[in-house]
């Protein structure tokens, strides 16, 4: 128990993965995830470095009692993230600069520039599925809607208006869904205005 909180306030309550917001008292929807699988890299099973907090891995709520019966039924194409990779072995890694390179189109897609690993994103994680591309784009959408509320129309936006509501995002304790469609957003209308 005491782990999975750790890793949540270290990744500030985000799926390693998908970046749906992730809760401790929720504790059914909180898988630790080995980025090496326990079963081809059980001496690193309790490696913090290779340690991740994830969400329950479909657009469905997992059962409290965690009944892995009851999940499998959840249909593949609905699998995402550490659910969906199982103990397949992936090359994009949350924790090291592999996914940098991820560009969030406003569609809420996500395209990597390294063909493998994008087949990670879209076939082992699942990460362009219809739910997530949603998501994605409705968070895009508020986070547009509330700088406008708050700044005026985009032409007014400023580059160090933009800056500051950024570093006020990245300072959460626990930081907004989808943070790094919001990160992605915010850096390229600040690029915008160079």
Request: with cysteine.
């Amino acid at each position: 128990m005491q782990l999975r909180t750790a890793l949540l306030e270290d990744q500030r309550f985000l799926c390693c993965y998908c970046m749906r917001s992730i809760h401790p008292e929720k504790k059914h929807r909180v898988r630790i995830e080995h980025h090496e699988s326990q079963a081809s890299a059980s001496h690193r099973e309790l490696d913090w470095s290779n340690l991740l907090a994830g969400c329950s891995g479909s657009d469905k709520t997992r059962p409290r009692d965690g009944d892995d019966a009851l999940t499998r039924r959840i249909p593949r194409a609905q699998q995402t993230c550490d659910y969906r990779k199982g103990d397949d072995p992936i090359g994009i890694n949350p924790l090291t600069s592999s996914v940098d390179a991820i560009e969030y189109l406003p569609t809420g897609r996500l395209l990597h520039p390294d063909e493998r690993l994008q087949q990670d994103i879209d076939e082992r994680l699942n990460l362009n599925a219809a739910f997530l591309m949603s998501a994605r784009k409705a968070a895009r959408a508020r986070l547009l809607e509330g700088l406008q509320a708050k700044l005026g129309t985009t032409r007014q936006w400023t580059r160090a208006q933009l800056s500051r509501y950024l570093d006020g995002l990245r300072d959460k304790p626990r930081l907004d869904p989808f943070m790094g469609v919001l990160e992605h957003e915010l850096v390229r209308q600040i690029a915008r205005r160079r």
